[in-house]
């Protein structure tokens, strides 16, 4: 059964070894059960992920990562002092819930940061499809991930969006809890596009979008990715850069990450390296500041209601 891969849990490169089907957890905070914070039809991703319609992006609770600046920290780590937000759901109720995000006019089921769930992700996505959703998958994670849980989602999933955080160890020891990123990113990067080109050659690099989020005071280390980028996987999968860092106020475990947004003369710099490394399959994330961007996941809809219709939250039945 695959819920057998709870028992001593290594579905991620952390390997923590409890047995989450008895109700132990390790460092994503979660035991065998599936926790999901809010769904939402969401406006905010790439363009052709959201089409005509928006993307049906549902967010799970807990994580694998625990970057120090997430944005999502209310349902990835907790509030200071408090639990992380998020519900208990069924199989069932996972498949009613891409039923309403279809039904509200999603071009896709779009699962975020769910690599620490994935048996019972897959246990939903049978029962979505069962019900009716033939609606395509996208994996929307940190790339925190081991090749072997991946190759569980070859079946299930059509468009990989993982991020590229870093290539330095310092760097991601410093901001997201581990210093084997780069390693374990890089190699999952390979793998979601071996999948993707085993199941079709058609368009197979509009299936993998690279997702980077620049970081105000850290360009060095977005030049070593755009570099990576340009050397090993350019024309199989592609770049978008992301903008939007913004510093998330009260919380200690942001002391130590950047304090401003990314200035234009920032953008000016990437954007020349990008050309000077001839990325051109991708998009570029307009320079975003305002803390009117910080999603609440206390509220129904997380999200300004120009980007984001809700169909489901953790408080709500």
Request: aromatic share 8%; charged share 25%.
């Amino acid at each position: 059964m695959m819920l057998d891969l709870y028992k001593s849990c290594t579905l991620c490169p952390r390997e923590c070894g409890v047995n989450r089907l008895a109700g132990e957890t390790g460092f994503c905070g979660e035991t065998a059960d599936l926790r999901i914070g809010t769904a939402v039809v969401y406006r905010g991703e790439e363009p052709p992920l959201i089409g005509t319609g928006g993307s049906g992006t549902i967010f799970l609770s807990g994580c694998n990562l625990g970057c120090v600046y997430c944005q999502c920290y209310q349902i990835s780590q907790g509030e200071k002092g408090g639990k992380v937000l998020g519900r208990i759901v069924s199989c069932e109720e996972f498949a009613e819930i891409c039923i309403k995000l279809r039904d509200n006019g999603a071009e896709n089921i779009n699962i975020v940061t769910g690599s620490h769930v994935i048996p019972e992700i897959i246990n939903g996505l049978d029962a979505a499809r069962k019900a009716g959703v033939q609606l395509p998958v996208l994996w929307n994670s940190s790339g925190y991930e081991s090749p072997e849980a991946l190759e569980l989602l070859k079946d299930y999933v059509d468009i990989f969006m993982p991020d590229m955080k870093t290539l330095d160890n310092k760097t991601s020891a410093k901001f997201f809890n581990t210093a084997d990123y780069p390693e374990i990113a890089s190699a999952a990067i390979l793998k979601m596009i071996d999948i993707v080109q085993k199941k079709s050659t058609e368009n197979a690099h509009e299936k993998v979008i690279i997702r980077h989020l620049v970081l105000p005071g850290y360009l060095e280390s977005t030049h070593s990715v755009l570099r990576w980028f340009a050397e090993n996987i350019k024309g199989r999968a592609m770049l978008s850069l992301m903008l939007q860092y913004t510093p998330v106020p009260g919380r200690k475990e942001t002391i130590h990450a950047p304090k401003r947004y990314v200035k234009k003369e920032d953008y000016e710099i990437v954007m020349g390296w990008v050309e000077e490394l001839g990325i051109e399959d991708g998009f570029t994330q307009e320079l975003i500041t305002g803390k009117e961007w910080l999603p609440d996941f206390r509220q129904t809809n997380p999200f300004p209601s120009n980007i984001a219709f809700p169909v489901w939250h953790h408080n709500k039945n």
